[in-house]
């Protein structure tokens, strides 16, 4: 089974510019969370989707959204890019139950570096 | 809300050797996950073991193993037989019963010596 494919690996962008970041999910798996990653506030939860609803979102500003389509793939959209959005932006899937017997499956990730 | 603490940023064993990771947390959930995640350079985070707040024994995968205690909210990951492969950053994670997070730890970077 493929795992979570995450495009693309990397991004440069200019400071005031928006960026698109994509995620397939395993097949099957009809959660989706986005995660951002940086070497100050580390892993930090953005939001999660399921069966194309927005069910949790964590404490970031409205220039990140996101979406999900019918196939679970989801994208993550941030607009306005300061240089603080410089980051690593891992995306995870799961079956969508709560609890640990729906454990995250995380991809690599997309770094984006604002400059 | 929940808070994780890693309060090792950096740890090193000699390989075949055992090390342990600590990690606690804060909550006022009685019913919780908790987790230990691997990310290797390939930045890929990897569910390494889980553990059920309601399970009194402690979760065991191969050569990882915990020691989960509820009542002083600290979860350790012992890592036994270590391999050049277990080099990484190990994260500690939590999640509610009901929550659909992850909160982690900042993280332990482990470096394996042969």
């Known amino acids: 089974k493929a795992g979570v494919t995450q495009t693309p690996r990397y991004l440069i962008k200019t400071r005031g510019q928006q960026v698109t970041l994509s995620c397939s999910p395993i097949?099957?798996?009809?959660?989706v969370s986005w995660y951002q990653q940086t070497p100050g506030q580390g892993l930090q939860f953005l939001f999660e989707y399921f069966s194309e609803t927005q069910r949790n979102k964590g404490n970031f500003p409205g220039r990140f959204s996101g979406r999900q389509f019918s196939n679970s793939r989801s994208e993550m959209n941030v607009s306005t890019l300061e240089l603080g959005d410089s980051a690593l932006y891992l995306c995870?899937?799961?079956?969508?139950?709560?609890?640990?017997?729906?454990?995250?499956?995380f991809g690599n990730g997309t770094r984006l570096t604002v400059t | 809300a929940q808070t994780v603490t890693q309060s090792q940023p950096e740890m090193s064993v000699q390989e075949a050797e055992t090390v342990t990771l600590s990690c606690t947390y804060d909550?006022?959930?009685?019913?919780?996950?908790l987790f230990w995640y691997k990310q290797p350079p390939s930045r890929q985070m990897i569910l390494v073991i889980r553990q059920e707040a309601y399970k009194q024994q402690n979760a065991t995968e191969n050569r990882f193993s915990v020691n989960f205690q509820k009542a002083a909210k600290s979860f350790s990951l012992k890592i036994s037989d270590s391999q050049l492969g277990d080099a990484a950053m190990y994260f500690c994670a939590y999640r509610g019963y009901s929550g659909y997070a992850l909160n982690f730890g900042k993280g332990t970077s482990l470096l394996v010596t042969p």
């Open positions: 097949s099957g798996h009809r959660s």
């Open positions: 995870a899937s799961s079956l969508g139950g709560q609890g640990a017997i729906s454990p995250l499956h």
């Open positions: 909550t006022s959930e009685s019913d919780y996950y």
